[in-house]
């Protein structure tokens, strides 16, 4: 990996944690985390539009509720059905499917609530 990916990965992962979903009032349910990870999605050259969309993928079938579900609300806002169809997927494999699902709708609408086309 390259510096310049390995500083845009440090960048994306910082995204996922600040502010900390939950901190706050205004970030809830992650919506800044979202917000952020879309309009730094829209910000960047084709090849790191690229990059960013296998990490998020990849974040979309974490372990980790709070990444997997910003992650499918990410990809759902950036148009990514079939990354979304597949953590969906993945998320019916889980002990905690009905949970997990849940909280991949919540990542969908604070999508269409959040993100303007």
């Known amino acids: ?20 979903v939950g901190a706050n009032y205004n970030n809830t349910y992650g919506e800044e985390n979202l917000v952020n990870l879309v309009n730094k999605y829209r910000s960047l050259m084709p090849e790191e539009m690229e990059f960013m969309r296998e990490l998020v993928t990849g974040y979309s079938q974490s372990p980790d509720l709070a990444s997997s579900y910003v992650s499918v609300g990410v990809l759902h806002a950036l148009g990514f059905s079939q990354q979304v169809e597949e953590a969906y997927a993945w998320a019916q494999s889980q002990d ?8 991949f709708d919540i990542g969908k609408s604070l999508a269409d609530h959040f993100i303007s086309g």
């Open 96 to 103: 905690n499917s009905g949970q997990v699902t849940s909280h």
């Open 1 to 20: 990996m390259s510096m310049d990916r390995k500083l845009l990965e440090e960048d994306i992962l910082r995204l996922y944690r600040e502010p900390i």
